[in-house]
């Protein structure tokens, strides 16, 4: 069984920046792609960020050049740096550390709230 813990979320303006963390208990975590997902109320989960073992990244469109995924295989986590906040990325955010894996492992989110 994976443990996933985010944190980070809140309440910012138009514009303004979180960063969110995410806590993973996995021994063979460093070598798994993991990704930030997010589900605004309605709407699907969609992937907004992806990152390989290797630190390779890819992201959505619509947070290309805002968002940036790291990890810290040593510590076992993964984070999301969000800038130029829209209120259109308001959401329950979500990390799971192996993409690959079917049913995914998800934590509680966190919630970012971005008013205009």
């Known amino acids: 069984q994976v443990h996933l813990v985010e944190s980070g979320g809140g309440l910012v303006q138009t514009g303004g920046s979180l960063r969110l963390s995410c806590e993973v208990s996995?021994?063979?975590?460093?070598?798994?792609?993991a990704g930030w997902y997010r589900q605004a109320p309605g709407k699907q989960r969609e992937l907004v960020a992806s990152?390989?073992?290797?630190?390779?990244?890819d992201y959505a469109d619509n947070v290309q050049g805002r968002f940036t995924i790291s990890r810290d295989n040593s510590r076992g986590t993964v984070s999301l740096e969000m800038n130029s906040l829209k209120p259109w990325d308001t959401a329950v955010y979500y990390c799971?550390?192996?993409?690959?894996?079917?049913?995914?492992?998800w934590g509680q989110g966190t919630q970012v709230t971005v008013s205009s």
């Open positions: 996995d021994t063979m975590f460093s070598i798994k792609t």
């Open positions: 990152i390989t073992g290797r630190g390779r990244t």
């Open positions: 799971n550390a192996d993409l690959s894996r079917v049913p995914p492992y």
